[in-house]
């Protein structure tokens, strides 16, 4: 009785935080749109092309709010839907998935391969959901194959009837496959493959609320496989020794290069995060460099040297926290921040605890607090060198 009223309450709980989303949310979003296209309207011609580039990215970004807040609402009507369980025709509702898309897609040519006769007892509505987002993902990341092939199966995986969904386009590093199907995790950036990252949170959550269970197989550049089961779960599988990620030999930094002025390299896959910090630090004399992942931050770390690292952490790939792990190894003397979206977390701490992450901010609207940290921060190092 005493978990039933905890279940209710919290059921409660979530029909209000619905509500506020989709009312409380979306009124001052659509003020700020409106203002935004007002300014634009009323004031076109008077505002310089900077001018006009900002108002660009606060409509862009209001958006994009927007389509965030549309995924939050289809994660949480995942969860509180009743189950409805109906015999369903997986093969047919694939097909018709498939060609809705191919519909709204003409110019895409997909060999798609669908094994027919396959049933499942499930809830329609919610396996819908949950096949509409594993064949859009496969029909979004193989958008730069000619020879795009979309297939949809099963078999029997560890003793269980498993379904999958494969296809041959980007995939994905297996190293970081834990993430995929956390909210808003992403492992493409935005600029190559858009979307919010909660598509996969809601395959998981309708698979479990059957009692099933998912997981994916890839390799980068090589496709991916997505299985799901229906009622039940395979046996665990032996675990992984595959090294982890930064295994292996890494070639340390180049001499220092450029002018005698700090480099500062900001790392984020936001790029209008990048343009902010970059407009907020433009006055402080600093070599402003920018990476849109950890990857890329690394491999323009290994050309030269900078001053200080400052690193978004939720990143496709690598997070803010191992980049500056990485950092903190090839050389030590960097300045190494993250400012991110989200609260100081348990990996963060562990970073800073280690020394490999020196000081941790929210994202805010002020950068004052980077800007001081960032004074401070190569002035005390300035004075060691010089000591």
């Known amino acids: 009785a005493e978990r039933t009223l905890q279940l209710t309450t919290a059921n409660e709980e979530l029909e209000a935080f619905a509500f506020s989303v ?47 807040i549309e995924d939050l609402l289809r994660l949480s009507r995942v969860t509180r839907a ?19 898309m191919q519909r709204e897609n003409p110019s895409r040519k997909v060999d798609l391969r669908i094994r027919p006769g396959l049933h499942a007892e499930a809830d329609p509505g919610l396996l819908h959901v949950a096949l509409a987002n594993l064949i859009g993902n496969a029909w979004k990341f193989t958008g730069r194959r000619a020879d795009a092939v979309i297939e949809f ?18 995939g994905f590093d297996m190293a970081w496959a834990d993430r995929l199907f956390g909210t808003f995790q992403r492992l493409h950036a935005d600029s190559e493959f858009p979307g919010t990252g909660i598509g996969l949170a809601i395959v998981r959550r309708v698979v479990r609320r059957h009692g099933g269970d998912i997981w994916a197989e890839s390799a980068d550049g090589q496709g991916a496989t997505f299985y799901f089961t229906l009622g039940q779960r395979p046996a665990p599988a032996q675990p992984d020794m595959a090294a982890s990620p930064g295994d292996g030999e890494t070639p340390g930094p180049a001499p220092m290069t450029g002018p005698d002025a700090p480099a500062v390299l900001l790392v984020d896959d936001d790029p209008d995060v990048l343009v902010l910090a970059g407009r907020a630090l433009r006055e402080e004399g600093y070599e402003l460099l920018t990476a849109d992942s950890a990857e890329a931050a690394l491999v323009l770390l290994r050309q030269r040297r900078v001053s200080a690292v400052v690193s978004d952490f939720s990143m496709p790939g690598r997070n803010g926290a191992e980049l500056l792990a990485e950092v903190a190894r090839l050389d030590p003397g960097t300045l190494r921040i993250i400012v991110s979206g989200q609260a100081l977390d348990a990996v963060m701490q562990a970073g800073m605890d280690r020394g490999e992450i020196h000081q941790c901010f929210r994202k805010q609207t002020d950068h004052g607090p980077l800007r001081d940290c960032l004074r401070e921060g190569l002035a005390a190092r300035r004075g060691r060198a010089g000591a």
Do not use: K, W
């Open 153 to 170: 199966g099963a078999g029997l995986h560890r003793g269980v009837q498993a379904y999958f969904v494969r296809d041959n386009g980007a």
């Open 82 to 100: 009743e189950l409805r369980l109906a015999r369903v025709d997986l093969s047919g509702l694939v097909a018709a998935i498939a060609a809705e």
């Open 22 to 68: 989709s009312h409380d949310l979306r009124a001052p979003l659509r003020q700020i749109d409106g203002f935004a296209a007002a300014l634009c309207e009323d004031y076109a011609g008077r505002l310089d092309a900077t001018g006009d580039g900002y108002l660009s990215r606060i409509r862009a970004a209001v958006s994009r709010m927007g389509t965030l």
